[in-house]
């Protein structure tokens, strides 16, 4: 029996609607990796290191240097079993490539983020997962969100420590001081603008300030970077 057309379009009609099934199977058993690895990342609620060969060491990052950068920035580095956000398919495929690189699979997953982003305890970027090495330094695996904007770290100084912010209100009281007019300050009319007044201003000034950020620091329990990037509490 000859065959039509019909029958060449039905066999063209079924390879086709094969490989679409191979092509989904193929994409599901690939999502399904994902979710493990995401699960992984979540689950990692302490530090555990790997040992891991030919790493980038552009990547790698010791303690004191992940210090830095969370108190620069106002970050945390806690366990990625902290983090409440949503792991993209980006890092899960950072960590499945280096798992494939590597011939083993990676665990110990720490992320560094702000505060928002954690599940803390009661007692604020981007995030950036990492791993721990062997030798006490931290692999950067995969970075997501936007860049971590030198405007937050602008934002942050004042309480990156209690000199920071003493020396953040002594020079807005500084600029205050010399901003208020003369006329303000003294009532002799040949005053120039430099005089022991200008200074009683920025005394005063600076008094008012230190008291105003000394009540909100401690009625918001403020707390300065350089204590809080590894702590799993708000307060």
Not at 17 to 27: A, F, K, R, V
Not at 28 to 55: F, H, M, T, W, Y
Not at 105 to 110: A, K, L, N, R, S
Not at 140 to 154: F, K, M, N, S
Request: glycine letters at 6%; proline letters at 5%; a positive charge.
């Amino acid at each position: 029996m000859a065959r039509t057309k019909e029958d060449d379009l039905a066999d063209l009609l079924r390879g086709q609607g094969e490989i679409m099934q191979e092509t989904y199977s193929i994409l599901e058993q690939e999502e399904k990796k994902d979710r493990l690895v995401r699960a992984a990342i979540l689950a990692s609620r302490q530090r555990q290191c790997n040992n891991l060969p030919g790493l980038d060491p552009a990547r790698t990052y010791n303690l004191a240097a992940i210090r830095h950068t969370c108190i620069r920035f106002r970050l945390r580095f806690l366990p990625a079993g902290l983090y409440k956000g949503i792991v993209p398919t980006s890092a899960a495929l950072a960590v499945r490539r280096l798992e494939q690189q590597a011939g083993k699979p990676v665990h110990g997953f720490m992320i560094m983020a702000p505060a928002k982003q954690f599940q803390l305890c009661d007692c604020d970027a981007d995030p950036m997962l990492f791993i721990p090495l062997a030798n006490g330094s931290y692999y950067l695996l995969h970075r997501w969100g936007r860049d971590v904007h030198p405007l937050r770290a602008v934002a942050a100084w004042p309480v990156r420590s209690w000199l920071h912010l003493v020396l953040t209100v002594m020079a807005v009281a500084a600029a205050l001081a010399a901003m208020v007019p003369t006329a303000w300050l003294t009532t002799a009319p040949e005053a120039s603008w430099w005089g022991i007044y200008r200074f009683g201003a920025f005394f005063c000034i600076t008094m008012l300030a230190a008291a105003a950020t000394s009540l909100s620091w401690f009625s918001f329990f403020g707390q300065f970077s350089a204590n809080t990037w590894r702590s799993k509490h708000f307060n």
